[in-house]
Nanobody, 127 residues
Framework: QVQLVESGGGLVQAGGSLRLSCAAS????????MGWFRQAPGKEREFVAA????????YYADSGKGRFTISRDNAKNTVYLQMNSLKPEDTAVYYC????????????????????WGQGTQVTVSS
């Protein structure tokens, strides 16, 4: 089992920045891909970013390219999402996800590819 706890959400003005963190515990953290997803009220959960087990490869949704950066520190069992130039449409609950497979590829942009989820952290961007 892997337990994931997100933090770093909050209220920020448009154009501002936030850094989300996801602390993992339980099974070996560095064994698989990690991802960030978000869900706005009345909408389906959508992909934001994903990072390979080594941190050497990433995917981003078009909505966050050039503004969001995913990274991980396996020594600290933590994955991060740096969000810059935030927009009101970025308002959502942000979820961290983990998978303990040895795989990688575009399928890790999909919710079904992840075995473990955090409880989410609210990000609100005011205009």
């Amino acid at each position: 089992q892997v337990q994931l706890v997100e933090s770093g959400g909050g209220l920020v003005q448009a154009g501002g920045s936030l850094r989300l963190s996801c602390a993992a515990s339980g099974r070996t953290f560095s064994s698989g891909p990690m991802g960030w997803f978000r869900q706005a009220p009345g909408k389906e959960r959508e992909f934001v970013a994903a990072i390979s087990w080594s941190g050497g490869s990433t995917y981003y949704a078009d909505s966050g390219k050039g503004r969001f950066t995913i990274s991980r520190d396996n020594a600290k069992n933590t994955v991060y999402l740096q969000m810059n130039s935030l927009k009101p449409e970025d308002t959502a609950v942000y979820y961290c996800a983990a998978d303990d497979s040895a795989g990688w590829g575009p399928r890790f942009t999909m919710t079904a590819s992840y075995d473990y989820w955090g409880q989410g952290t609210q990000v609100t961007v005011s205009s």
